[in-house]
């Protein structure tokens, strides 16, 4: 079975505070996707990144980076120099390549000017 | 850039009603999916449809529940028979696959449905 974990469900940040949100995943499947996706406050749900199984090289965009450890089954995304404009709720999810996605419950981020 | 588009954004509707969303999907995407998020709750998976087709669903996408594509644009969710906890967001979303082999999944600003 697929499980997504995010095991913070708030973390409160001051401006320009780094902040890491953490995600692990179960599944049996060795071939795999992983994703975060950003609810902000209007509630639509957004794309940031995907990587997948076979690929474990971090990934840096901007101030966003990603932390890919397989012999962790953990996904980690932290936010650089945060902004108040990074609150939300962030998602983590598994796809392995089946019919649906699994998102982890979510972890609501606050960004205190 | 295309867009999954969902209306409507907000609806009320009495216990007992029944209530349509409808969806339009990215027009090249095959696979189109509703899912479920209860207010400060996990985003939850509906049903997912393929060629005029379920190919999935979750264990509440009950009888009260039903999807279709009437028209080749159009992906409805239809919810009979309302009850109190049916108020949710409601999320539209289409699959593409692209050449990586990875489904992202492009969702839909979501239909916001209170049952009163």
């Known amino acids: 079975a697929q499980k997504v974990t995010q095991a913070q469900t708030e973390i409160s940040v001051v401006e320009k505070e780094d902040v890491t949100l953490d995600c692990v995943y179960e599944t049996r499947d060795t071939t795999y996707y992983l994703f975060w996706y950003k609810q902000p406050p209007s509630g639509e749900l957004v794309f940031l990144i995907r990587?997948?199984?076979?690929?474990?090289q971090n990934e840096i965009s901007g101030r966003y980076s990603w932390n890919f450890q397989k012999s962790t089954s953990s996904f980690n995304f932290t936010i650089t120099a945060s902004q108040v404009v990074d609150s939300a709720v962030y998602f983590c999810?598994?796809?392995?390549?089946?019919?649906?996605?699994?998102f982890g419950p979510g972890t609501r981020l606050s960004v205190l000017p | 850039e295309p867009e999954v588009t969902q209306t409507p954004s907000h609806q009320v509707t009495q216990m007992g009603q029944e209530v349509i969303l409808r969806c339009v999907p990215i027009?090249?995407?095959?696979?189109f999916y509703w899912y479920r998020q209860i207010l400060g709750q996990k985003v939850e998976f509906l049903v997912s449809f393929y060629n005029n087709e379920i190919s999935e669903k979750s264990e509440i996408f009950d009888d009260q529940f039903s999807v279709e594509r009437p028209d080749g644009s159009n992906f409805t969710l239809k919810i009979r028979s309302t009850k109190l906890e049916d108020s949710a967001m409601y999320f539209c979303?289409?699959?593409?696959?692209?050449?990586?082999?990875?489904?992202?999944?492009?969702f839909g600003a979501g239909s916001r449905l209170t049952v009163l």
């Open positions: 990587r997948n199984s076979f690929d474990e």
């Open positions: 027009s090249n995407h095959l696979y």
């Open positions: 979303a289409s699959r593409e696959t692209d050449s990586s082999g990875a489904n992202v999944l492009t």
């Open positions: 999810a598994l796809d392995n390549y089946g019919q649906n996605f699994v």
